[in-house]
């Protein structure tokens, strides 16, 4: 008798078919960088090599920690442990910093010890900790690191560079604009500005200050942006350190872009929907979001939103004039030019691989869906939709993604974060854009409005999901929370 395929999975114990789906999404995972980039990435090693480099760290770095938790020690002792490592990486491969101060490099050695941080933090400090999920975990922190290195040390501050570049312009009288369709690529540092003319001012006073104190400066509120903001979708403990390792984030920390803020106003917007209008600042697309407060009936944080953003340009006006209002709309449209010559500029977005038409009514359509769910899981298919309608998008653009993605259960969750820097299986277009199609099944399953990570979890599985215990994203605290909707766990998936 011959058993179908099926049942064939059936008859198999559950521990083990768990174990069987986290190490293949764990090799797929790592396979990631290593389909189509034999090219030399980093001192002379491709990005899969990178990948395989920090995965040795990483699995180190997880099986020292579970020796130490196994023996008892303190948290504070691992902790120490790490940081010794990373000093003795600095010291046998920085030597140059030590003695002529000059900018830190990292050596093939601290990427190990990269790793082994990463395998630490991924390990925690929890009496046991065995879960499958722990696979795909390390295999993304893995391929972090092996983009991160890489990517962050290029051009650094870039597009801050951008931002003052064009500021100073005004400054000097001239326009901050594109008076032409560019006819060559820019330089990185001074790709063409687009936002708008309220936001010139700022730019202005900093690029009055000292470059090295604005670099710090911008950094540090960057990176504060970021923690303030996963804090209140509710991750906690040491996944707030990890998820700073993400690329979506590093990127925007390497080169100084305002999504972080963005995202900080999107994670923001469940507690005081007034933020979803001011994340719509620097980019137009991101104000989509708003819409989630109108259908939520929260005017008057909405109408608050709108009055500061008013303000702003009122007060912007008495600096910069009217007519700088008038060279931004015209530079718009030479910018648009500039990206029908130039497809590469568009970076990510599907104005890349569709024709505008097809991605205006995906757009339409995402905000349609968004509008038929109310409360968290309708903010967060907002934050979809917000990503899916814009005309440029680069990795750092994809943060709204996050309140979706940790509905799903940790191997999934982890597998979907490592797949946004890669092509991927001779796809036309990004792996990015399969990790939205995967949050989006997981919001359109969703079967209400509220918005929770996955139940039915060991405490070991819980463990390796950035919410940790708690099972609502976007915990309670702001004006739409409904008691009810916490004390049910089957408001979502």
């Known amino acids: 008798m011959h058993l179908k395929t099926g049942d064939s999975w059936r008859r198999l114990p559950e521990a083990t078919v768990a174990w069987l789906v986290a190490a293949i999404l764990a090799l797929a995972t790592l396979a990631l960088p290593l389909s189509g980039y034999a090219a030399p990435a980093f001192q002379g090693l491709s990005v899969g090599s990178l990948a395989l480099l920090a995965a040795a760290g990483v699995g180190v770095g997880w099986f020292v920690t579970d020796r130490l938790v196994a023996l008892g020690r303190p948290r504070w002792f691992v902790l ?17 910093t030590l003695h002529h101060l000059v900018v830190f490099r990292v050596t093939l050695f601290d990427i190990v010890l990269f790793g082994a941080a990463g395998g630490s933090l991924v390990r925690g400090d929890r009496p046991r900790s065995r879960d499958p999920s722990v696979l795909v975990a390390l295999a993304s922190v893995a391929t972090w690191i092996a983009y991160d290195v890489p990517t962050v040390l290029h051009e650094p501050m870039r597009d801050l560079n951008t931002y003052l570049a064009a500021a100073a312009d005004a400054v ?73 390792a993400w690329p979506n984030f590093a990127i925007a920390f390497s080169v100084g872009n305002v999504a972080v803020f963005g995202f900080l106003c999107f994670a923001l917007g469940y507690r005081f929907a007034a933020a979803l209008v001011l994340g719509g600042i620097f980019k137009l697309q991101s104000g989509v979001v708003a819409l989630w407060g109108l259908r939520e009936g929260r005017y008057r944080e909405i109408a608050f939103g709108i009055a500061v953003l008013s303000g702003i340009a009122l007060a912007s006006i008495a600096i910069t004039g009217t007519a700088v209002w008038g060279e931004w709309a015209r530079g718009l449209g030479y910018f648009q030019q500039t990206l029908d010559s130039f497809p590469a500029m568009r970076g990510l977005s599907l104005t890349k691989y569709l024709p505008s038409f097809v991605v205006i009514l995906a757009g339409a359509g995402a905000i349609l869906v968004a509008l038929l769910r109310r409360g968290r899981n309708g903010l967060a298919r907002f934050g979809l939709a917000s990503i899916i309608a814009s005309p440029t998008l680069y990795i750092h653009g994809f943060g709204p993604i996050l309140p979706g993605a940790l509905t799903l259960r940790p191997a999934m969750f982890w597998f979907v974060l490592a797949l946004f820097p890669w092509g991927v299986w001779g796809l036309p277009i990004p792996a990015a854009w399969v990790a939205v199609a995967i949050v989006a099944g997981a919001l359109l399953r969703s079967a209400g409005e509220d918005l929770r990570k996955p139940g039915a979890m060991s405490e070991e599985a819980a463990d390796l999901h950035p919410v940790g215990r708690s099972l609502q994203i976007w915990p309670a605290g702001g004006p739409a929370f409904d008691d009810r909707a916490e004390s049910d766990p089957q408001g979502g998936s």
């Open 80 to 96: 120490g442990v790490i940081m010794l490592l990373f000093l003795l990486g600095w010291l046998v491969g920085n030597e140059a």
């Open 172 to 244: 000097a009288g001239h326009s901050a604009y594109l008076q032409a369709p560019l006819t060559s690529l820019p330089d990185p540092d001074r790709n063409p500005f687009v936002y708008p003319p309220l936001t010139l001012p700022l730019f202005e006073l900093l690029s009055r200050l000292p470059a090295r104190a604005v670099d710090i400066g911008w950094l540090g509120l960057s990176v504060a942006a970021v923690l303030i903001g996963l804090s209140v979708l509710g991750i906690r403990g040491r996944w707030l350190v990890a998820l700073l």
